[in-house]
């Protein structure tokens, strides 16, 4: 009589911490992704259903035709969002050079131009002599928009919001506030400021979680920044949250130049 042995397998060797963190990155970004994309569906269904029954009633021409193009209009950032999935599978380092950061930059500004009121200005101020960074356009074309978003939702009926990107040195051991790792050296800060209220000390430390959301006015809600320090961290970078001496806050993402990729200097705290 035979006998059976059950044997477990063997375990697998754990992953390389680089592709943990890409593992992880795409984790968070892909929950942002899938959270926004479901609004825009909403969208989609909502405004067709409304052109439909206004076009049955033999209704407003006009009012069907605005109807129209906010479907456009959400179709259009559906279109945007799976070229975002799908870079994120794409192969190969990514590299932007000042143009493109520019052009990106131009892209958010007058994405959001239109759904702000006309007392609030959207300024891009970008260095010329930016160096090429490693990050593929439609992700930097995320994290502008996410803290962009953020920044008009903290400002009232009038302000600034800066789109800004130039070359930072870091010193040796100034903490990410989002992973709380040490870090430092020559890095291309990419940052969105506003002229709000500023983000209370009591969650500044949880505005990266997933999911965490607060009603008090001028904090950050959502998966915004949750995926942008995916994505932040996903190219070997950091965040600063700076608050503004004349009111108002700064979020600072520090990325490497392209084909350089600093590693953290200290752990965690």
């Known amino acids: 009589m035979s006998t059976v042995v059950a044997c477990a397998p063997e375990p697998r060797p754990p992953a390389p ?43 407003e021409t006009e009012r069907v035709l605005s109807y129209v193009d906010e479907i456009e209009t959400a179709g259009q950032r559906a279109q945007l969002l799976v070229r975002q999935v799908a870079a994120l599978a794409r192969e190969g380092e990514p590299r932007l050079d000042a143009a493109a950061c520019v052009g990106v930059g131009r892209e958010v500004a007058a994405a959001f131009a239109g759904s702000v009121a006309d007392t609030v200005a959207i300024v891009v101020a970008i260095d010329d002599e930016l160096p090429p960074i490693a990050v593929d356009r439609s992700h930097l074309h995320r ?13 009232g009926d009038a302000g600034t919001v800066v789109l800004s990107a130039r070359r930072a040195g870091v010193v040796e051991g100034e903490r990410c506030a989002a992973c709380h790792s040490g870090f ?24 990266f979680e997933p ?3 607060c009603d008090q006015r001028g904090s950050r809600l959502g998966l915004g920044l949750t995926a942008v320090a995916a994505l932040v961290h996903h190219y070997g970078g950091h965040l600063q949250v700076v608050d503004r001496a004349a009111g108002g806050t700064e979020v600072a993402a520090f990325l490497p130049s392209s084909g350089e990729r600093p590693a953290a200097t200290a752990e965690r705290g």
């Open 211 to 213: 999911f965490f959301s």
């Open 17 to 59: 911490p680089r592709e943990s963190e890409r593992l992880l990155a795409m984790g968070a970004v892909a929950a942002g992704l899938a959270h926004d994309f479901n609004n825009l569906l909403l969208a989609i269904q909502g405004f067709s259903g409304l052109a439909k029954a206004l076009l049955r009633a033999g209704g």
């Open 184 to 207: 430092g050296g020559d890095f291309v800060r990419l940052a969105v400021s506003d002229e709000g209220h500023g983000i209370a000390g009591a969650i500044r430390d949880r505005i």
């Open 143 to 155: 994290i502008w928009a996410n803290l962009c978003r953020n920044a008009c939702q903290a400002m």
